[in-house]
């Protein structure tokens, strides 16, 4: 029964592993976080600043751009999350289902 809970089903990553890959999301998040403030600042705050605070109009560009890039990565993860499945299914199974 342990393989319906996933008892026997693949093995368990090793400490060395975890480590990785934590390493791994921590630099994508980072990189994903730095990509994020260089294309909204580049877009939405000139480079001679007037104020020492944004104004009105700047951080209403600031909050459109977060939610743009941040909405655009979803749905690129779930683009890519999707062909990997498919790519999956079509290499774990044969095509032409019994008779092919």
Not at 6 to 25: C, D, F, L, N, V
Not at 77 to 100: D, I, V, Y
């Amino acid at each position: 029964m342990s393989f319906l809970f996933g008892g026997g089903a693949r093995p368990q990553p090793t400490s060395a592993e975890k480590i990785a890959a934590a390493e791994a999301e921590i630099e994508m998040v980072s990189n994903m976080f730095n990509q994020l403030v260089d294309t909204c600042t580049r877009k939405c705050i000139p480079p001679q600043y007037r104020e020492a605070d944004l104004n009105k109009g700047e951080s209403v560009c600031l909050d459109r751009c977060v939610a743009k890039f941040f909405e655009v990565n979803v749905k690129v993860s779930e683009k890519m999350q999707g062909e990997a499945a498919q790519r999956q299914g079509a290499g774990a199974a044969p095509a032409g289902g019994m008779f092919g």
